[in-house]
């Protein structure tokens, strides 16, 4: 069974900017999740979807970071125009209600 | 607002050793902990998911236990390897303001076993 997949793995890119994170979960599971770590810090909660719908976003930083999720399958998260404190690695997360959460891989932003 | 505290934020120790890393959480209503490995550069791997219900769980050479009540976690490793190093992350799964639940996360204990 294939586990949760982030594409890309890094991304680097100038101020000013857009980039686009994928995720795809685990099958089957409606919960799926966007975390991110800048540097020094926790891992920090972005948003939350159940199937398709965001059910918690309070965790977005800002009007810049917009996230869908189509079809309940992948998400994306896009940041737009991008800023260089949004560097860090965010990371996707997909579980079935409130059990084991699993993680992908993370992408590595690097904005300059 | 839920706070969770690892300690020691890094460890070193020669193979071998028996050691103990720790977590606490400043709200006891969570349904569950977990804890996780990072490898440098890789993903998050869930080690042990404890339920609010479960005193602790095993898995190989690791040891969890959960004291919901006190707001604390401990994870044991025992007879480390090399192959342990890495940073270790404990997150409590509790209700947000939504209704829904999510992980709070430590900043990790980074630890590394030399041969």
């Known amino acids: 069974e294939a586990g949760v997949t982030q594409f890309p793995s890094h991304s680097v890119i100038e101020k000013g900017q857009t980039v686009t994170l994928r995720c795809d979960p685990i099958?089957?599971?409606?919960?799926l999740y966007w975390y991110r770590r800048v540097m020094g810090k926790e891992i920090k909660f972005l948003l939350h979807?159940?199937?398709?719908?965001?059910?918690?976003e309070s965790g977005m930083p800002n009007n810049r970071f917009l996230a869908e999720r189509t079809g309940g399958t992948y998400s994306t998260l896009k940041v737009q125009p991008a800023e260089l404190e949004d560097s860090g690695v965010y990371f996707c997360?997909?579980?079935?209600?409130?059990?084991?959460?699993?993680f992908g891989q993370g992408t590595r932003l690097t904005v300059v | 607002k839920q706070e969770v505290t690892q300690i020691p934020a890094a460890l070193s120790v020669p193979e071998g050793e028996n050691l103990v890393l720790n977590c606490s959480f400043t709200?006891?209503?969570?349904?569950?902990l977990q804890w996780f490995r990072q490898d440098p550069g890789k993903g998050l791997t869930s080690l042990l998911l404890?339920?609010?219900?479960?005193r602790e769980q095993t898995s190989g050479r690791l040891n969890a236990s959960l004291d919901k009540s006190s707001g604390r976690s401990t994870l044991y490793i025992a007879a480390s390897q090399p192959g342990d190093s890495a940073t270790y992350l404990c997150?409590?799964?509790?209700?947000?303001?939504?209704?829904?639940?999510?992980?709070?996360f430590g900043k990790g204990t980074m630890l590394l076993v030399s041969p």
């Open positions: 997360a997909s579980s079935q209600a409130t059990v084991e959460a699993f």
């Open positions: 099958s089957g599971h409606d919960n």
């Open positions: 979807f159940v199937k398709e719908s965001k059910q918690d």
């Open positions: 709200d006891s209503a969570i349904y569950n």
């Open positions: 404890i339920q609010s219900s479960q």
């Open positions: 997150a409590v799964r509790a209700r947000r303001d939504s209704g829904y639940s999510t992980l709070t």
